[in-house]
């Protein structure tokens, strides 16, 4: 792991993902800056900042970094042993989907059997190679519902995405795999999100499973379901203080989406890199009112059955222990305060 490179809190860090995060809808309205402005400190951002700092996207080794983002680089970073707490969780539903060709013969679960399937390649490192991650378990949850399992399709490797951080690389592209099955050459590609809802179609793809569609949220638990939000444990330990701060403003920007619906999918479009159509398709009839993060137990138990899988498949160093990591005392205070 990279050495920590600051000694002492000058500068607060953020880092998101291309996702719905109520952190990002705070940094969009301008309330972290102005929230952290008020303690004197600074709000950087890695995705405009240099691949110097970017990288600490996934190793997290930045003493004033938040991080609000997939919980795949959250969880092997802290396996290979990153000093982080994780603050907080948060689930939304973002069209996760099997993809065919229109034309295909599949159009349920029980038709993946035998079926070949993008398997996105290993990435730079554990953390970055999450994408793989997202396929395996989207396949495992979408076979799982046909009483089938990942023995029962045959994976064929795609190049993977590029994990690049930076506002004009990170989610750019194609998802590995589309091509491929709109060439024809691969029968099926787990997907989700806005960016893929629109490319999706684009391509004249069709959804053979809709994950989101089953109510047991098992099936669906992957990379961004439950999505952690984590904080360098020093920062946590020294200036807790900034890191209530942070959640109050994320509780305050969740209460805002749910009753500025419109606004709030013009910053979804951007900050997915996608439009409004991908908005509308991937994020569904009251996503706007679930932007809230938790540390109940059921979002627990999600994450914990995650991080067992990703320990099974190679993406952890060693199994995590979710219910250590969590320090749901911030939150607790953060909730007083915007009740307050």
Sequence with gaps: MTAVLESTVDKVWYTRC??????????????????????????GVLQD??????????????????????NVPALAAKSEGAATRLIGLTWIDEWQSVLVRADSPITGPAGLAGATVALPGWGATRGQSFPRAMALHGFKGALSLAGLTLDDVRPVTVPSLSTEIGRDRTGG??????????DGAIDAVYV???????????????????????????????????RPITVHERLLAERPELVVRFLVQTLRAADWA??????????????TRSGADGVLTAYRSGFHRT??????ADRLDLL?????????????????????????????AAHREVAA
């Design 192 to 226: 989700k999100g806005a960016k893929q809802a629109e490319d999706a179609a684009r391509l004249g793809l069709r959804v053979a499973v809709d994950l989101d569609e089953h109510p047991d949220r098992r099936y669906r638990v992957n990379n961004g379901t439950p």
């Design 18 to 43: 291309p996702v719905p995060t109520a952190s990002g809808l705070a940094l969009n309205l301008g309330w972290l800056a102005e929230e952290f402005g008020t303690a004197g400190l600074d709000v």
């Design 258 to 271: 749910a009753g500025h619906l419109d606004e709030l999918r013009t910053i979804l479009a951007r900050e």
């Design 291 to 296: 932007l809230h993060p938790t540390l109940d």
């Design 304 to 332: 914990d059955r995650q991080q067992r899988f990703l320990a099974l498949h190679g993406f952890l160093a060693g199994e995590v222990d979710v219910y250590a990591w969590a320090a749901p005392e911030v939150l607790e």
């Design 173 to 182: 592209g194609l998802w590995p795999g589309l091509q491929a099955v709109a």
């Design 49 to 70: 900042a240099g691949p110097e700092l970017a990288r600490h996207h996934y190793d997290h080794q930045l003493l004033g970094l938040f991080r609000e983002g997939g």
